[in-house]
């Protein structure tokens, strides 16, 4: 049964064409954030597609950058957020919500720049 306000927030949604969601997109927009997110951990997250399983099965390489793992998913969550809005899917507020975390994670131009390219490339895909 589910309950309202509550999902798996330790699973990240899909970006598989029509895979079924593992993760609603009902707390997207309350998340809490990563101490920094730069373009080392952008092209990191990069390199493996946002694969986090494959990272961790080739050695989680810079390991050192991730700490604890919350800019992984930060970086997942702003990906999937910023898709939905470059999508035309989101409110005004979820927009400016996840725009707001952009600039506030990233304060690096560069990794914005990344993030936004990276959101790109997913729409250009289910096209």
Same mark, same amino acid.
Not at 6 to 27: C, E, I, N, W, Y
């Given at each position: 049964?589910?309950?309202?306000?509550?999902? *798996?927030?330790?699973?990240?949604?899909?970006?598989?064409? @029509?895979?079924?969601?593992?993760?609603?997109?009902?707390? +997207?927009?309350?998340m809490?954030?990563?101490?920094?997110?730069?373009?080392? +951990?952008?092209?990191? /997250?990069?390199?493996?597609? @946002?694969?986090? *399983? #494959? /990272? =961790?099965?080739?050695? #989680?390489?810079?390991?050192?950058? /991730?700490g604890? @793992?919350?800019?992984?998913?930060?970086?997942?969550? !702003?990906?999937?957020?910023? /898709?939905?809005? $470059?999508?035309? !899917? $989101?409110?005004?507020?979820?927009?400016?919500?996840?725009?707001?975390? +952009? &600039?506030?994670?990233?304060?690096?131009?560069?990794?914005?720049? #990344?993030? &936004?390219?990276?959101? *790109?490339?997913?729409? =250009?895909?289910?096209?």
């Amino acid at each position: 049964m589910s309950q309202e306000g509550v999902d *798996d927030r330790d699973l990240s949604a899909s970006f598989v064409v @029509g895979a079924t969601p593992r993760r609603s997109t009902s707390s +997207l927009d309350d998340m809490s954030a990563p101490a920094s997110i730069s373009s080392a +951990l952008v092209q990191i /997250y990069m390199d493996f597609d @946002g694969n986090v *399983d #494959m /990272y =961790q099965r080739r050695g #989680m390489p810079k390991r050192e950058l /991730y700490g604890d @793992g919350c800019a992984w998913h930060a970086i997942d969550g !702003l990906r999937t957020r910023l /898709y939905i809005v $470059a999508a035309g !899917l $989101a409110s005004a507020k979820f927009s400016a919500s996840a725009e707001a975390d +952009l &600039l506030a994670w990233a304060p690096d131009e560069e990794a914005r720049r #990344m993030v &936004l390219a990276m959101v *790109d490339r997913d729409l =250009q895909s289910k096209r």
